[in-house]
């Protein structure tokens, strides 16, 4: 697996999971997006998981290729936006482990990133 390349996540839009811990890989993620700031933030439908290994963040490889409806959401100043995710479509099985979601966010002062951590125990 890849090293993850994720340095600092943005304090400006954080994201934030419904639920954190998971028995197995869950059908759906219900993602909260905070926006902090008063500017305004797009980001798309992509998304990608990564693994915590020996202290390390991985890039999870998808079990086949990944389509993405290209789209823009807006991310209002200081608003809030709720997206699901299906992890299932991304990867069938998750062995027990501790995983994060991980999007990129635009706007006027570029491009960031903001994750959302959750587990699985067997």
């Known amino acids: 697996m890849e090293q993850s390349t ?3 996540l943005s304090s400006d839009v954080t994201m934030r ?3 954190e811990e998971f028995r197995s890989v869950p059908s759906e993620l219900s993602l909260v997006i905070t ?3 008063g500017e305004e933030y797009t980001y798309g439908s992509e998304y990608r998981l990564e693994v915590y290994l020996d202290d390390q963040w991985y890039i999870l490889p998808a ?7 290209s789209i823009g959401v807006m991310l209002q100043p200081d608003g ?8 299932e479509e ?3 099985h998750l062995p027990a ?3 994060r979601v991980v999007k990129e966010f635009y706007g006027a002062g ?3 990133t903001a994750a959302a951590e959750f587990s699985i125990s067997e």
């Not at 079990?63 to 409806?69: G, K, P």
């Not at 809030?80 to 992890?87: G, R, V």
Request: aromatic share 12%; no cysteine; net charge negative.
């Open 6 to 8: 994720v340095g600092e």
């Open 17 to 19: 999971l419904s639920q």
């Open 35 to 37: 926006n902090h700031t």
């Open 63 to 69: 079990e086949e290729e990944l389509y993405f409806t």
């Open 80 to 87: 809030i936006n709720s997206e699901n995710i299906a992890p």
């Open 90 to 92: 991304y990867r069938e």
């Open 97 to 99: 482990g501790h995983y």
């Open 110 to 112: 570029g491009e960031i």
